[in-house]
């Protein structure tokens, strides 16, 4: 089977594939056609829905900045598709199929037989389902031998995840050859050694959540809480070091081992349950409303858009991280980093998250508007939240004993502020020294400027009462951050 398979004339080296057909448009679909047009590939995209086009032109458009940062080749074309709604002539001429129809088996079963009909015998076809096996999958198929799975993780054009496994009658020699092609188109590619429902990460993941959806349920934390117990917790070790190794740090000298051995017994404790809870009406609408609270006033394009700007960043540092590793200096707190950061925004930069906030009544004075008082007072509320971001937060301070003190600050006030308006503070990093920050804020009603202000903080150890360094952690976080200096600033502060 595989002989006849492989020994095809007509079928290419990874090198050689030009064109791929992806079948469906939806998230993931739309996100394997974005990268593999960044990878330089002519992408030929089969979706019956009748606003197909639209929806995945939208997708493209989003995607592109991120890779254009981070996966794109020279010359790449994000106009080089086509929407087919005849799946022969979406296979035709193709060197390769990345299948993301809905999660539903039936309709899997059925859509892979009718690929495997009308696509050349010697083009490989991979799946990015996220739970079923390729061995039910391609129970209706003629030509089994040649159907992969290759599960990507959301968003494909971002995350390099792919696990790679085929079933019991795929041929060794199409999960090679797939395996080879997503290395190839610059994936990081998990070559299974055999079917497990829900693959590697999916099941990590599954079990995490069901743990936060019985916290929640039992009433025992809330939706920020769990989200940032990871953001601000284990999920800043795990880009570098996985689970397993973290917990191989945890052991000391002796290692995992020692780990084992130690916290073993523990195993037992009643920490987890991973049999999901019944997902009744409340504990679906706690969830909900955990996640509107959490998101704000954020728009999920503004959510997408800053966690593409994470995850690159993230990326590209551990990409660094990986290629220096042998050579790169271990950085020290008594080690200079400059007066000033650069002034123009660098590839690896982002930016301040946006505070905001609505006016309260006990802020309106006798006039009917925001007193002078309380715009003093949000921009604070701003300055704790970049202080977060920057890595000076309330376990920092009481750790370390040492905060921001603000030295001189410059505001204008611009316009009134009614009650009941939602006020946006937008921050910027206008310079960074060893011990000295340079911030600027814009605070908007809708598109309406109404106050700006400038302020020079100082980092201060609280016990000596004197300024001191930032820690080597917290200048790599700062330097991280897009430096801006609006066009308004009039001043030299500092």
Same mark, same amino acid.
């Not at 050579?327 to 505070?355: H, K, N, R, W």
């Not at 004993?401 to 204008?412: M, P």
């Given at each position: 089977?595989?002989?006849?398979?492989?020994?095809?004339?007509?079928?290419?080296?990874?090198?050689?594939?030009?064109?791929?057909?992806?079948?469906?448009?939806?998230?993931?679909?739309?996100?394997?056609?974005?990268?593999?047009?960044?990878?330089?590939?002519?992408?030929?995209?089969?979706?019956?829905?009748?606003?197909?086009?639209?929806?995945?032109?939208?997708?493209?458009?989003?995607?592109?900045?991120?890779?254009?940062?981070?996966?794109?080749?020279?010359?790449?074309?994000?106009?080089?598709?086509?929407?087919?709604?005849?799946?022969?002539?979406?296979?035709?001429?193709?060197?390769?199929?990345?299948?993301?129809?809905?999660?539903?088996?039936?309709?899997?079963?059925?859509?892979?037989?009718?690929?495997?009909?009308?696509?050349?015998?010697?083009?490989?076809?991979?799946?990015?389902?996220?739970?079923?096996?390729?061995?039910?999958?391609?129970?209706?198929?003629?030509?089994?031998?040649?159907?992969?799975?290759?599960?990507?993780?959301?968003?494909?054009?971002?995350?390099?995840?792919?696990?790679?496994?085929?079933?019991?009658?795929?041929?060794?020699?199409?999960?090679?050859?797939?395996?080879?092609?997503?290395?190839?188109?610059?994936?990081?590619?998990?070559?299974?050694?055999?079917?497990?429902?829900?693959?590697?990460?999916?099941?990590?993941?599954?079990?995490?959540?069901?743990?936060?959806?019985?916290?929640?349920?039992?009433?025992?934390?809330?939706?920020?809480?769990?989200?940032?117990?990871?953001?601000?917790?284990?999920?800043?070790?795990?880009?570098?070091?996985?689970?397993? &190794?973290? !917990?191989?740090? %945890?052991?000391?000298?002796?290692?995992?081992?020692?780990? /084992? *051995?130690?916290?073993?017994? @523990?195993?037992?404790?009643?920490?987890?349950?991973?049999?999901?809870?019944?997902?009744?009406?409340?504990?679906?609408?706690?969830?909900?409303?955990?996640?509107?609270?959490?998101?704000?006033?954020?728009?999920?394009?503004?959510?997408?858009?800053?966690?593409?700007?994470?995850?690159?960043?993230?990326?590209?540092?551990?990409?660094?991280?990986?290629?220096?590793?042998?050579?790169?200096?271990?950085?020290?707190?008594?080690?200079?980093?400059?007066?000033?950061?650069?002034?123009?925004?660098?590839?690896?930069?982002?930016?301040?998250?946006?505070?905001?906030?609505?006016?309260?009544?006990?802020?309106?004075?006798?006039?009917?508007?925001?007193?002078?008082?309380?715009?003093? &007072?949000? !921009?604070?509320? %701003?300055?704790?939240?970049?202080?977060?971001?920057?890595? /000076? *937060?309330?376990?920092?301070? @009481?750790?370390?004993?040492?905060?921001?003190?603000?030295?001189?600050?410059?505001?204008?006030?611009?316009?009134?502020?009614?009650?009941?308006?939602?006020?946006?503070?937008?921050?910027?990093?206008?310079?960074?020294?060893?011990?000295?920050?340079?911030?600027?804020?814009?605070?908007?009603?809708?598109?309406?400027?109404?106050?700006?202000?400038?302020?020079?903080?100082?980092?201060?150890?609280?016990?000596?009462?004197?300024?001191?360094?930032?820690?080597?952690?917290?200048?790599?976080?700062?330097?991280?951050?897009?430096?801006?200096?609006?066009?308004?600033?009039?001043?030299?502060?500092?």
């Amino acid at each position: 089977m595989s002989v006849e398979l492989f020994g095809n004339p007509d079928r290419a080296a990874v090198e050689e594939i030009t064109t791929v057909t992806c079948i469906g448009a939806g998230t993931i679909g739309g996100g394997w056609a974005a990268y593999f047009l960044a990878r330089g590939f002519r992408v030929k995209v089969w979706d019956p829905a009748p606003d197909a086009d639209e929806k995945l032109t939208r997708l493209i458009e989003a995607a592109w900045p991120a890779l254009a940062e981070l996966d794109m080749v020279p010359g790449a074309d994000k106009s080089n598709w086509s929407l087919h709604t005849d799946l022969a002539e979406a296979v035709a001429d193709t060197g390769f199929v990345q299948e993301s129809a809905p999660e539903n088996l039936e309709l899997k079963q059925a859509l892979l037989a009718g690929i495997d009909a009308v696509c050349p015998e010697h083009v490989i076809i991979g799946s990015s389902t996220s739970g079923y096996s390729m061995t039910e999958m391609a129970t209706e198929t003629s030509h089994p031998e040649r159907f992969v799975v290759g599960h990507p993780f959301n968003p494909p054009y971002l995350i390099p995840l792919v696990e790679v496994v085929g079933g019991q009658a795929t041929a060794d020699e199409a999960v090679d050859w797939a395996a080879e092609f997503y290395s190839h188109i610059g994936k990081s590619v998990i070559r299974m050694d055999q079917e497990v429902p829900g693959f590697i990460a999916n099941r990590l993941q599954e079990a995490q959540w069901r743990e936060a959806l019985h916290m929640i349920d039992q009433g025992e934390a809330t939706v920020e809480q769990i989200d940032r117990s990871i953001t601000d917790g284990p999920g800043l070790r795990w880009p570098f070091q996985g689970p397993m &190794l973290t !917990f191989h740090l %945890a052991g000391g000298e002796g290692g995992m081992a020692h780990m /084992l *051995d130690h916290f073993g017994p @523990s195993l037992k404790s009643p920490w987890t349950r991973l049999e999901a809870p019944e997902l009744t009406q409340n504990l679906r609408d706690s969830v909900v409303a955990g996640c509107d609270i959490a998101s704000g006033t954020r728009k999920i394009a503004e959510l997408v858009a800053q966690r593409d700007a994470g995850i690159i960043a993230l990326r590209k540092l551990t990409a660094s991280l990986t290629s220096d590793q042998e050579s790169a200096p271990v950085p020290s707190a008594s080690v200079p980093t400059g007066e000033q950061t650069s002034a123009e925004p660098t590839a690896e930069s982002t930016v301040l998250q946006t505070y905001t906030t609505e006016v309260s009544p006990e802020w309106i004075d006798y006039n009917g508007h925001m007193s002078e008082a309380y715009y003093v &007072l949000v !921009f604070g509320f %701003a300055t704790d939240q970049v202080m977060d971001q920057l890595g /000076l *937060d309330e376990q920092y301070r @009481s750790s370390v004993g040492a905060s921001l003190y603000t030295v001189e600050s410059h505001i204008r006030y611009l316009d009134e502020v009614a009650l009941g308006s939602r006020l946006h503070v937008t921050p910027m990093l206008v310079a960074a020294g060893d011990k000295k920050l340079h911030l600027a804020y814009e605070m908007h009603v809708d598109d309406r400027l109404v106050a700006t202000e400038e302020i020079v903080c100082l980092h201060v150890d609280q016990h000596e009462q004197r300024a001191t360094d930032f820690p080597a952690g917290v200048r790599t976080r700062i330097a991280g951050f897009r430096t801006h200096t609006p066009e308004w600033s009039g001043r030299r502060l500092g």
